[in-house]
């Protein structure tokens, strides 16, 4: 026992000098590190699942991800001029979205200034969905306040951006009174330089009835052909000249020579694109 005894003070006295000296050797100014800050705020990331071998994600910089964003762009607000007379063309879109959700809404139409009358005005209201990375999916409501009689409709269709960027606006049109219709818009640009940009672009419609109070035959209703050349002083503020073609289509373009018109038109453009 006296044996034992002696090696445990003597471990006892050993472990004592040790920390002394290991107290010594600290420096006089030393401080014990502080705290670690509070959490900030929770980022959430997109992990790529790589069944086999964990997610793929490693490495990536985080982003937060879902946040809301507020878009309004003007695709075309222009002065146009032809044989007839001349008018001035607005078309509009803006929406709130986040990631896969988004609310649009959308304007268009002409208004004569040789008449002094709205030749048309459409407005739509339309839910969006994200389906792929550029596409979406979408529905809603039209309203057509010009020409008369006003109408509505229900809307169905498809906008994104289509392979070697093309931009795509597909819909599908069902009248309160039953008709059917189909709308195409399709646009690309063509960069001559960093800021001189060449835009082609196309409307196509179609009918799947007549519609006789707005002198509509069954088939293909309309084309409209334009070509616009914009300087983009910013990326948010470009002013444009061009020329657009527009005319009538099949049974359609009957019905206006027949009533003494001429269902085809040139125009020459300008105007200014901008976006916020």
Not at 100 to 129: C, I, M, P
Request: aromatic letters at 14%; proline letters at 5%.
């Amino acid at each position: 026992m006296t044996i034992h005894k002696t090696l445990t003070c003597l471990g006892l006295c050993a472990a004592a000098i040790t920390h002394a000296a290991s107290e010594s050797e600290m420096p006089e100014d030393y401080h014990a590190p502080a705290a670690p800050p509070p959490e900030g705020r929770e980022i959430r990331r997109y992990a790529v699942d790589d069944p086999g071998t964990g997610a793929t994600n490693f490495g990536l910089a985080p982003v937060h991800d879902n946040m809301p964003f507020f878009f309004f762009r003007a695709d075309r607000v222009e002065y146009r001029s032809f044989d007839d007379g001349e008018a001035a063309l607005w078309d509009i879109q803006a929406w709130a979205q986040r990631d896969y959700n988004k609310l649009f809404f959308e304007s268009e139409g002409a208004y004569r200034l040789d008449e002094d009358a709205f030749e048309s005005v459409q407005t739509e209201l339309l839910y969006g969905r994200a389906v792929t990375s550029f596409w979406d999916l979408r529905a809603g409501l039209r309203y057509d306040f010009e020409p008369d009689p006003e109408r509505a409709f229900a809307v169905v269709g498809i906008q994104g951006l289509a392979p070697q960027w093309f931009e795509v606006d597909a819909n599908l049109y069902l009248s309160e009174d039953g008709d059917l219709s189909f709308g195409l818009e399709s646009e690309y640009d063509i960069l001559l330089t960093q800021r001189l940009v060449l835009q082609p672009r196309l409307e196509l419609e179609a009918a799947a009835q007549d519609v006789d109070a707005y002198g509509i035959g069954a088939g293909f209703t309309g084309i409209e052909l334009g070509l616009r050349l914009r300087y983009e002083f910013h990326r948010k503020f470009a002013p444009y000249i061009g020329v657009s073609w527009e005319s009538a289509l099949g049974e359609t373009a009957n019905r206006i020579e027949d009533g003494g018109g001429d269902p085809d038109e040139t125009f020459f453009v300008a105007g200014v694109k901008f976006w916020f």
